[in-house]
């Protein structure tokens, strides 16, 4: 199976990324750093960690639908959040609205500090390059390679030819497709497209990683070994927003869960 | 530094985008250029027409020459010292009716005597009369048609006030013609680059979704809309660079007392005229098509 290297590796890889240079954004910050520590120990997020994300009384209302989802929440940097939730609860709205793709019919969203309710146009790009999504749909470009995917998230976001050499083979790396730079989307298998699509979204280092049912079409193994990684951002202080309605896996992975009921978003208490 | 890397990675992202937009766009890209082709062709062959006749008028405008043409019993001589007296006439010439009837025998190289074969001299005398100033050209025209024994009075004024008419009617049917093309030739632009926009939404989406700017998503179509409408006018120039040349051999063969001119600045201006609307009508275009997306 495909599952990428070892976790010391990842880790050595993660952090030459985040050498941050002068005037650039890194992984991590100096609060999260300090909470890095060995896997299987749980964190202790106090209350007090920075809320990097929150919708605040929010409802949403699709015209031909009487229904209208409401949603209060806080995302916390450091966070490894699980939505869970039916299919068709609302989980992918939920996203949608974080990175500004659909607006709420009340309430307030905020991310970074940015208010995303009437956001547009070129304040939009400008917080969209301040996270990262992996669509549940992977949105991979067919005529492109591996690395021509990647990299087009980084052309696209003005970033200097240098510096795209520099963090593409990394980046792979983390998702262990360094051997499948060259191949088209078309020739990967199901895991392999979705950890592209990772690598896509984590290229040009994200506070925030929004994840849509990362693991929606994978097998058991791949299901973990996607994980993993995130799990692996995670530690090195990414904060990861992940959708499934799988409830299997929320029991090994998630620091917090949230989940519908009744169109109503709730926290689920897991420990 | 870091700034020049990043335009310099952005400039040739973006004509590598151009490059692809175009060849995406296929045959409707000569559909698009071929339209604005015959628009630009015809709006500099108008443009140039109509300063052609305006510089004639001036010319035309300028002569001080008024041409009299007397009734058949009147004789020139007599008349003379008559016209002379009027205000505003500087000098006066005679040509006789014999003299014009050997001149015209002359020019069509003839050897026979014309009065034998015409039973008489058709011709009559007249007068070439140069005025002081331009300004006393019409009026001298008026008095002198007052005089009794004159029957006809030419200058250059009337011809003036001809090609001012056939000026204005080619500026109209201009007018209503570049419009109606233009019109055309900007819908055709904005279905081209909107169909290439259509099959790129994808690409498309993902930059924005990865939080590209905007102007940088459209700049593309911008310069593909661009560049149509600089290689029309090109197009256009070149045409119009030979007609120039077909029509002045052709005038200097058949019609060579036709004097259709235009100045230097004139015809370097021409060429930057053709760019100018060719690029503006391509962008209009490509805005047009990706206008519904900048919102
Ligand atoms: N663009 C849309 N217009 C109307 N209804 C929509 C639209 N997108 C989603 N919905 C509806 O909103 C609900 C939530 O959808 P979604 O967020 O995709 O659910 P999930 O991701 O949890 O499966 C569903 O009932 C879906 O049918
Ligand atoms: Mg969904």
Not at chain 1, 46 to 74: F, N, P, W
Not at chain 1, 237 to 258: L, P, S
Not at chain 2, 213 to 237: Q, R
Request: charged share 20%.
């Amino acid at each position: 199976m495909d599952v990428p290297s070892s976790s010391r590796n990842l880790r050595s890889i993660l952090s030459s990324l985040t050498e941050a240079r002068p005037g650039e954004r890194a992984f991590a910050t100096k609060e999260v750093s300090s909470v890095l520590m060995p896997q299987g120990q749980t964190l202790a997020l106090s209350e007090t960690e920075k809320v990097i994300a929150y919708l605040h009384k929010v409802t949403k209302t699709y015209d031909k639908q009487g229904r209208s989802l409401s949603i209060d929440l806080d995302i916390r940097q450091g966070d490894f959040l699980f939505i869970t939730g039916i299919s068709g609860a609302g989980k992918s709205t939920l996203l949608k609205m974080l990175y500004g793709e659909e607006k709420p019919t009340s309430g307030e969203v905020v991310v970074d500090g940015t208010r995303l309710n009437k956001l547009r146009g070129h304040s939009l790009s400008c917080l969209r390059r301040r996270i990262g999504v992996v669509f549940q749909d992977y949105k991979l470009l067919p005529r492109r390679t591996v690395a021509e995917n990647v990299a087009f998230a980084l052309q696209a976001q003005n970033f200097p030819k240098a510096e795209i050499r520099r963090r593409l083979l990394p980046t792979l790396k983390i998702v262990g497709l360094e051997e499948k730079a060259e191949h088209f989307p078309e020739q990967l298998s199901g895991g392999e497209q979705q950890r592209v699509a990772i690598a896509r979204a984590i290229v040009h280092t994200p506070v925030l990683l929004l994840a849509d049912e990362p693991t929606g079409n994978l097998d058991a193994g791949n299901t973990w070994s996607v994980l993993e990684i995130l799990r692996q951002l995670n530690d090195m202080g990414v904060t990861i927003v992940v959708t499934t309605h799988d409830e299997t896996i929320v029991q090994t992975f998630a620091k917090r869960v949230v989940t519908f009921e009744q169109n109503q978003l709730v926290e689920l208490d897991v420990r | 530094m870091v700034f020049v890397q990043q335009v310099f990675t952005r400039a040739d992202f973006i004509l590598k985008e151009t490059l692809t937009g175009l060849r995406r766009g296929g045959w409707m890209n000569w559909a698009a250029v071929s339209t604005l082709v015959i628009l630009l062709f015809l709006f500099g062959f108008g443009t140039r027409l109509s300063w052609q006749l305006q510089n004639a008028v001036a010319t035309l405008g300028s002569q001080l020459e008024v041409s009299v043409y007397l009734t058949p019993e009147a004789s020139g001589k007599k008349l003379m010292q008559k016209v002379e007296t009027l205000d505003g006439v500087q000098k006066v010439t005679l040509q006789t009716k014999k003299d014009a009837l050997s001149q015209l025998q002359k020019e069509m190289g003839l050897k026979q005597d014309l009065t034998q074969t015409l039973e008489g001299n058709p011709l009559v005398d007249s007068l070439r009369v140069k005025v002081a100033t331009p300004e006393q050209v019409t009026t001298v025209a008026e008095q002198l048609k007052a005089v009794p024994g004159v029957a006809q009075t030419r200058y250059g004024g009337e011809a003036a006030n001809r090609l001012i008419q056939i000026d204005k009617t080619v500026r109209w049917i201009g007018l209503g013609v570049t419009g109606l093309l233009g019109f055309t030739a900007v819908a055709v632009i904005t279905t081209t680059i909107r169909l290439v926009v259509l099959s790129r939404r994808k690409e498309i989406e993902v930059m924005q979704l990865v939080g590209a700017a905007p102007i940088w998503i459209y700049m593309p179509f911008l310069l593909e809309g661009l560049t149509l409408g600089l290689v029309a006018a090109m197009i256009a120039w070149g045409g119009l660079h030979y007609t120039d040349q077909f029509l002045a051999q052709q005038i200097q063969v058949n019609v060579p007392f036709m004097v259709l001119e235009i100045s230097e600045e004139q015809a370097n201006l021409l060429p930057w005229i053709l760019v100018g609307s060719g690029v503006g009508l391509g962008s209009l275009g490509s805005l047009l098509a990706v206008s519904k997306y900048l919102r």
